[in-house]
């Protein structure tokens, strides 16, 4: 075989790959978004620190009995305020229980397309937090950082993943 024709048919080989989104040129960087602080009125972030509007509110919190286990004992109870927040693209925050120096005791994810429309626009509910030592909560804190984007890194999808993360969840024992 010719070296001419070597290499044109190598050549439409790499073009039939590069067409097909088969490429090894992929250039994938993944980067994580700093936490940002926690609040019981916080104005939520993306991933690359930008404040598009809307906000997240810790209303109030209390310790009680959860109606469908009241055998565990205390649960932390809170209610929600979701402002700016659309019903099917918006945001989801981290809600902690901590203690009197801020450490997370339990946490949990809390998505504003699971509250209750209100007439004035915000989206409202209530959720509950399992802790250990439910006599050491001292509150409830929202962390601004918005948990609705993509997670999928380049090791996972070099195509199509890959950039800006929010930072990983918080959990158990975090300084917020």
Known sequence: MSPLRLFAGASSILVIL?????SFLWSCTDTT?????????VQ???????????????VDWRLE????????????????RFDGADKYSGPAVDACAVDKK??????QMVYSSGA???????????????????????GVLFIPNDQSYDRRTCEED???????????????????
């Open 102 to 107: 801020r450490v997370a005791l339990g946490c």
């Open 18 to 22: 590069a067409l097909s989104g088969c």
């Open 65 to 80: 009995l959860h109606p469908q286990v009241p055998s565990e004992g205390d649960k932390v109870h809170f209610h929600y």
């Open 33 to 41: 978004a700093e936490r940002g602080e926690a609040g019981v009125r």
């Open 158 to 176: 070099i195509k199509d993943g890959g950039g800006m993360h929010p930072p990983e969840p918080a959990g158990r024992g975090d300084q917020l």
């Open 116 to 138: 209750r429309p209100e007439p004035d626009g915000a989206r409202t509910g209530d959720d509950w937090l399992d802790v250990e030592h439910p006599e050491q909560v001292a």
């Open 44 to 58: 939520i972030e993306d991933t690359h620190g930008q404040r598009p509007g809307a906000t997240a509110e810790v």
